[in-house]
Each structure stands twice: as structure tokens, then as C-alpha cells.
């Protein structure tokens, strides 16, 4: 069956950074456009990264020129490289993978930015 398992988070200070991974199994994984979304407390999931089966790339605006989506098709792994990070990109963050009608999510990984 098809799984994403996330890796990568922890607690990191303001300023620092962390590399996210996300190994998919059980797809096609070059064929599936590739999101990062993170959920903050109270808050809805949001969009934070997106890269396509083609290697296009698109941001949210909050995390443009901080954050870098990558992926791996020999490694079936997407990344997400963090810089700089602020108080406000505590969340959990999780990885998504969609072709057609085909939409799957990972289980999440915790990310936490404080002093």
C-alpha cells in the first residue's frame, strides 16, 4: 500500500534550520506532484511548498526565500530545506502526494521554533 513517512522535525531555535524528508512507497513517485502543508494549533492546513512531477516549484509568501522544496526520484523522497525560521512556523507539518484522482498524506512531523 502507499505510504509517506515524514522525518526530519524537532525543536530548533529562531534562526536555525531543518531539513524535512518525506520517503514515499507503494507509487509511481515521479508521477505525482509533491505539497508540504503544515497545520499550527487551532489553525487550518496550509499550503507551504509545491513541486511538480517536473520539478516546477511554488511557495507561500510566507516562507518565499526561506524554504526550498527538492525531490529525489531515484530515492522516492521530496525534501523540504527550512532557513531562518521563525516562532510562527510551529506546526506540524505533513507531506502530500496527488496524481488525477490519486491523493495521499503522510502521517506528520512535528516542527517547533522556540527559545
Known amino acids: 500500500q502507499v505510504q509517506l513517512v515524514e522525518s526530519g522535525g524537532g525543536l530548533v531555535q529562531p534562526g536555525g534550520s531543518l531539513r524535512l524528508s518525506c520517503v514515499a512507497s507503494g507509487m509511481t513517485f515521479r508521477l505525482y506532484d509533491m505539497t508540504w502543508y503544515r497545520q499550527a494549533p487551532g489553525k487550518q492546513r496550509d499550503m507551504v511548498a509545491f513541486i511538480s512531477s517536473n520539478g516546477n516549484t511554488n511557495y507561500a509568501d510566507s516562507v518565499k526565500g526561506r524554504f526550498t522544496v527538492s525531490r529525489d526520484n531515484v530515492k522516492n523522497t521530496v525534501y523540504l530545506q527550512m532557513n531562518s525560521l521563525k516562532s510562527e512556523d510551529t506546526a506540524i507539518y505533513y507531506c502530500?502526494?496527488?496524481?488525477?484522482?490519486?491523493?495521499?498524506w503522510g502521517q506528520g512531523t512535528q516542527v517547533t521554533v522556540s527559545s
Open positions: 502530500n502526494a496527488r496524481y488525477a484522482i490519486l491523493n495521499y
